[in-house]
Nanobody, 121 residues
Framework: QVQLVESGGGLVQAGGSLRLSCAAS????????MGWFRQAPGKEREFVAA????????RYTDSVKGRFTISRDNAKNTVYLQMDSLKPEDTAVYYC??????????????WGQGTQVTVSS
C-alpha cells in the first residue's frame, strides 16, 4: 500500500504560479515513477507530467512544456509540480499517482485525493 497526499492548490490569477506537493508514504520503494494528472469539470482525467524516482527522467504533456516543472526529493518521498505562467485552462483538480511514468491514467495504481487549482482570468 502507498498513501499519497497532495497539497499546494489554490486560487491564482492568470500568469501567476503555484507549487503542488505530493507526499508519499508506505511501500514507496515499490514504485517506479510518479505522475501528475488533472481533471477539469466535464472532462476526462489527463496526463500532465511524470518523473522516475531513481534517475529523475521527466515527461510532460505539450500544453505545459516550458511552464510546469516536475521534480522529486527522494529523501522526503515527495514529488513537486511547479506551475508558472498559469492559464485559466489549467483550472482543474490535480492528482498525483504512482505508476510506470506513462501518460495513461489506467496504468497508475495509487492515487491521492486531489487538490483544486483555479486560475482566474
Amino acid at each position: 500500500q502507498v498513501q499519497l497526499v497532495e497539497s499546494g492548490g489554490g486560487l491564482v490569477q492568470a500568469g501567476g504560479s503555484l507549487r503542488l506537493s505530493c507526499a508519499a508514504s508506505g511501500r514507496t520503494f515499490s514504485t517506479y515513477a510518479m505522475g501528475w494528472f488533472r481533471q477539469a469539470p466535464g472532462k476526462e482525467r489527463e496526463f500532465v507530467a511524470a518523473i522516475t524516482w531513481s534517475r529523475g527522467y521527466t515527461r510532460y504533456t505539450d500544453s505545459v512544456k516550458g511552464r510546469f516543472t516536475i521534480s522529486r526529493d527522494n529523501a522526503k518521498n515527495t514529488v513537486y509540480l511547479q506551475m508558472d505562467s498559469l492559464k485559466p485552462e489549467d483550472t482543474a483538480v490535480y492528482y498525483c499517482a504512482t505508476g510506470p511514468g506513462t501518460t495513461r491514467a489506467r496504468e497508475y495504481d495509487y492515487w491521492g485525493q486531489g487538490t483544486q487549482v483555479t486560475v482566474s482570468s
